[in-house]
């Protein structure tokens, strides 16, 4: 028998499948127990076909999603088309009428993917998404059947390629955030809307899907904080590599007694922590947990064949299965209710970078502010800032959401502060 | 139904099975679909039993093998006695009785593994072992499930811990090996013999399971060419240190033109690469395909809870092929004909470190000799040494193996040459 792909769209990712197909059949064969071929391949219209066949591209293309669905020969539908319309439709459609799905859509997953697992179990046959967080990094599958035995306390990742790469050149090479998104845009990471990778959202996405494997809860896009590298100064960047931090835009979620809490955030991460040598494009998951205690997951976020790759391996074990006439339990089982955590139970040690007159008491007006919000200073630096300004750099000791809200509204009281910038700062 | 376990062995990671059980049972019942429960644990003789029991350990011990194989109950056998005999004959008394087993037994497996397994798939009973490399580092079966679709080029680990925390001692503090040892020693990371662990010997064995899962080669131990790091000095720290590395003892599989080669040797690793922030008794597996490009997977190489972890997720997994009634998988399946590579096809930088008397012509007389191999060099640094002696150190651009022999034994003719070291140098 040979298993019969439906390639929903055939951009990058997509023609990645074929050179895996290609370069490692012999390995992919004998793990499916069966050829692996496409079938056919959704596009958008004629025109796109018509360039598609010019290319020399020798696939059966079809403008119909309906020529899929109702092909009984087709086991497997791979989406690839990305955002959520047509996207959700489509898979919608394949999984009614029988055939697995293998998406690599974090966005439609993130906020759709309850009712396409639902639907999935349902009708009894699969629904993968490894490639739907941090591209060829394996960690979803990974987490769903080895780290079952362990109880994850907290997963930090970086989750963005397109920030990380930004902020290794602002680390590395002492740019501007400006120059260094110019330079994203140029070599293709960034897009002219740099919105969503920038401002955390895509890392958000991914993780509200890590919550989903590592805490079992489902939570929605809502729940989690977001808060972007745009606010980065190099004065930031120099402060932090002084005092022995890279800055990264960390996803973060973890779970307090009271239930779980996440948020993307620019974050200070010591230098000698895992995650400060991910570098470049490249994206790394670090899971917390009792068993294990320490463990990382690193590798190329995106790209045409790291996700090719994680996408692959999904078709395979669907494969696998239907060559055992098994089928196969669902891509996450870990399920719980949701809880999400009281902002007091959320404790962190934090940077503020904020700008002062500089006259004298000042620092001890904020000590005051910050001491009667419980929080106490482990790092102060002081310096002369430009004309009649100065600049005051806290790191704190340990302090709750609630008690950086808090003096954080004291703070936008004083007219003569203004805090520039207020960053996580991780432990070791 | 309740999945019952017969332990063999109640040294340090079994303890760390029944808190796994306890303190994060909700998950593993849930993932199993059954609750798994410890029915007895074999133990040398009534000597240790009393022991235990009196140490509060409340099982049921038993000191006869057979107690445990004539148990139908019994669905799982868990070997956790190390070494090979009786562990040997214990597994394969199970495998024989129908039952499951899992073993963190990586001397074990590397030597009779293919005996074991094949006895296995013929019994149609699991023979599960990730605990067996990189402890708490889920890479075997990641492997297995997730790189499937991916081709290994190349894989590079840190997969010794005691040597590993020499090493970083050595490097981070400037320790002597000696000093290191001593250390490691009263920490009870290194043995009063510490052979296995500092002459890579441990992590050859490694070495030989990874290029199973790997490159689908079933090697011995003698196709692993291991050096350890004992001869590694102070002076060789320091030169790496300068030229932008860090000394790692690195277990190497790589597959070349005309076939595998496995390497446990100290290596000079860039300081960027991520396995250079691999630090004390931490593990991590480097690897390189034409998929996913690098990954790396990152995490404790031994310890009680990280290898209980990974010898619970491997339950996990067979329980819930025994609720699904399902045989599952064997643990690997990737399977190819041994081919081992020419050593000509080896290719790799090297660093010498060679002690020439102070006089004048000895670098033309180096580099005439490594010229005559078709050698060039990347780097050269000459100093003085003690007395009338002069110390060359040299970084070469890329060589074979079988230069790398021809230049050694043209150096060790010439009686005023005295080449003290010489070790891999790993590109970015």
Redo the contacts between chains.
Sequence with gaps: MTIKLGLLGFGTVAS?IPF?LE??GD??T??AKDQIEISKVLVKDEEEKTRLLAAGNDYHFVTDIDDIISDSEIDIVIELMGRIEPAKTFITKALKAGKHVVSANKDLIASHGKELISLAQDKGVAFYY?AAVAG???IL??MA???????VTRILGVLNGTSNFMLTKMVDEGWSYEDALVTAQKLGYAESDPTNDVEGIDAAYKAVILSQFGF?MTIGLEDVTHKGISTISTADVAVAQQLGYVIKLVGAIEETPSGLFAEVSPSFVPK?H?L????GV?NAVFVE????????????GA?Q??T??????D???IA?HLN?K?IG?PFN???REIKLSDLSDVKSRYYFSIETPDKKGQLLQLAEIFSSEDISFEQVLQQKAQGERASVVIITHEMSKTALANVTAKLSEVAEFKVLNTFKVLGE
């Design positions: 990645g895996l370069e490692n390995k992919i004998a793990a490894e060829g990094i394996p599958r990974t059947n080895s780290l079952t035995s362990d109880k079992g000698t895992p400060a040598s991910v570098n490249m947990s009792i068993g294990i205690g320490q463990s990382m997951y690193y590798g190329p790209g064949k790291p090719a790759t994680s996408v692959v391996a078709i395979v074990r696998r055992d098994t339990k089982e870990f399920s």
